[in-house]
């Protein structure tokens, strides 16, 4: 089975750090890119970074450039988010998901998806 | 960026059928995909490519595209599909690359 365990989310203060890790399992997880997908308390879903399969290449949404960090460790088959700097507007349950990229027409969707572990920044 | 407009909510009554619909510049010329989710639950995938149901979705869900708007049906609805309902497009002229809907909270009266 396909499977996707996020964890490391907490409360934490503006200005602070937090690391959050995604387990995967049931695939080959050194074959796929991976995303990081944010969803804030009774809001929509935002994209937040994905990896390429061999962490060559990363992209980021504008708003959290230059603070968050997205990595993984194909041999532990897991991936990461360091979050730094953090602010209130990025509290919000943070899922990690596996990406799909087709072609002919190009595009890409996530499947499966995680749990979810909840990041809340708040003093 | 991209910009993906959906109704906030949308009721309809147990076995009759419910569209949602998605709208976006020329979205007719991307593929859309679609995610249910229900409460306190991670999003999963319904529907792909417009209109491919991944293993494991009821035929009741179909989707299709043309225009400037995208569409998801369900038909024969079911309590159970009581959930909020997101479209989703690739971007890649867009620095978000993945774009999402704003949502609609489907109730079953």
């Known amino acids: 089975e396909v499977q996707l365990v996020e964890s490391g989310g907490g409360l934490v203060q503006p200005g602070g750090s937090l690391r959050l890790s995604c387990a995967a399992s049931?695939?080959?997880?050194?074959?796929?890119?991976m995303s990081w997908v944010r969803q804030a308390p009774g809001k929509g879903l935002e994209w937040v970074a994905n990896?390429?399969?061999?962490?060559?290449?990363?992209y980021y949404v504008d708003s959290v450039k230059g603070r968050f960090t997205i990595s993984r460790d194909n041999a532990k088959n897991s991936l990461y988010l360091q979050m730094n700097s953090l602010r209130a507007e990025d509290t919000a349950v943070y899922y990690c998901a596996r990406e799909v990229i087709a072609v002919a027409p190009d595009s890409a969707w996530f499947d499966p998806w995680g749990q979810g572990t909840l990041v809340t920044v708040s003093s | 960026s991209y910009v993906l407009t959906q109704p906030p909510s949308v009721s309809v009554a147990p076995g009759k059928t419910a569209r949602i619909t998605c709208g976006g510049n020329n979205i007719g010329s991307k593929s859309v995909h679609w995610y249910q989710q229900k409460p306190g639950q991670a999003p999963v995938l319904v529907i792909y490519y417009d209109s491919d149901r991944p293993s494991g979705i009821p035929e009741r869900f179909s989707g299709s595209n043309s225009g400037n708007t995208a569409t998801l049906t369900i038909s024969r609805v079911e309590a159970g599909d009581e959930a909020d309902y997101y479209c989703?497009?690739?971007?890649?002229?867009?620095?978000?690359?993945?774009?999402f809907g704003t949502g609609t909270k489907v109730t079953v009266l």
């Open positions: 990896i390429k399969q061999d962490g060559s290449e990363k």
């Open positions: 049931g695939f080959t997880f050194s074959s796929y890119w």
């Open positions: 989703q497009v690739w971007d890649s002229s867009s620095d978000h690359f993945y774009v």
